[in-house]
Each structure stands twice: as C-alpha cells, then as structure tokens.
C-alpha cells in the first residue's frame, strides 16, 4: 500500500507543482463511511515540503476499498 500512497500524493501536487521526484507514503486511517484517505508522507524536497500527515478526499469509492492501513 505504501506505492499506492505515493501515487496518490504524487498526483495531488500534479497540479500545484510539476512533480518530478516521488516520495514514500503509508496509509494510517481509510474511512470509507466520508471517502477519505488518511496518509503520512516524507518530505517533498522538489516541493520544499516536509514530512506531514494529510487527509485526502477520494472520488472513487472502488479505488477507496482497495487501500488498507499500513
């Protein structure tokens, strides 16, 4: 789930920022009830962004019970 978690945050600054390098992320909460994805990332240095949780609004419910915490 960790490469999951990368692609999806790689493409939520797609469009903030041409993102070139990629990062590692885990998954720490899928909440399927609201269609949200709770996920800790290392630093984005292309971004100038550091290591953070974040929560991200998922539009696709069947990608959604694909992910799995950890």
């Known amino acids: 789930m960790k490469s999951a978690a ?3 945050l790689a493409a939520s600054f ?3 920022a041409l993102a070139q ?8 909460k899928v909440d ?3 269609k949200k994805v ?4 290392e ?3 292309n971004l100038v ?3 953070k949780t974040m929560v991200f609004q998922v539009a696709d419910e069947g990608m959604l019970k694909k992910f799995k915490q950890g």
């Open 6 to 8: 990368a692609v999806l």
């Open 14 to 16: 797609a469009t903030c």
């Open 21 to 28: 390098d990629f990062t590692n992320g885990t998954i720490n």
């Open 32 to 34: 399927l009830k609201v």
């Open 38 to 41: 709770t996920l800790m990332h």
């Open 43 to 45: 630093a984005f240095k």
């Open 49 to 51: 962004m550091p290591a």
